[in-house]
């Protein structure tokens, strides 16, 4: 017996196999369980669609984010000590806006920990994060550096010459050590 499709794309890979040797399209339905739907959606595509996402159902919060917005914009300007803290937001919506039983403490939370960020960032009183991703052709750039590193060859210390090349495109590197180079200069250097 042959094993079940651990995935989707096994599934789907399955069925055109199926439909390949001359099977019939409820056949497969019957070997691998399911709907005339799914093998017709394998025989058109081998990836399956993504689902649809859920639409987007309101939140109880909603009727509040102005007026929370408000509150989080008079405090850009106001001192540090007389600022809301989401304690204090959802105590004036309880009091002042009729919240009781509509919004939860967890929910204002929530919703003042990412909203105060954006509102700085919209005012312009703090740095967005940004990402800017680097491009490198293959074979066009590279970092190299030099340096001395201390090893210890036959028992004693020796400072060797270290050479240091980096790719940028793959980031494959090539690390060289020389003592007789350090060497030389040591000698040239002494006999002046």
């Not at 995935?7 to 339905?29: E, N």
């Not at 989401?86 to 004036?92: E, G, L, S």
């Not at 919506?93 to 700085?120: F, P, Q």
């Amino acid at each position: 017996m042959a094993r079940a499709p651990t995935s989707r794309v096994d599934l789907y890979a399955a069925i055109r196999r199926d439909a390949k040797a001359g099977l019939s399209k409820r056949a497969p339905q019957r070997k691998h369980g399911v709907g005339y739907r799914t093998v017709a959606a394998a025989l058109e595509s081998a990836w399956p669609k993504q689902p649809k996402p859920p639409p987007k159902r309101g939140a109880r919060l909603d009727r509040y984010r102005d007026v929370i917005d408000g509150w989080l914009r008079d405090d850009l300007d106001a001192p540090r000590k007389q600022r809301h803290t989401a304690k204090r937001i959802f105590d004036r919506l309880l009091d002042e806006h009729d919240a009781a039983g509509v919004v939860s403490y967890g929910m204002v939370r929530d919703y003042v920990a990412t909203r105060r960020r954006e509102i700085c960032i919209e005012a312009g009183r703090e740095p967005a994060n940004t990402f800017i991703p680097q491009t490198h052709l293959p074979g066009r750039e590279a970092e190299v550096d030099f340096g001395e590193v201390v090893v210890r060859l036959r028992g004693e210390l020796v400072t060797c010459a270290l050479f240091s090349l980096r790719l940028s495109y793959s980031g494959e590197s090539v690390h060289r050590i020389s003592a007789s180079a350090v060497e030389r200069d040591r000698q040239t250097v002494s006999d002046d």
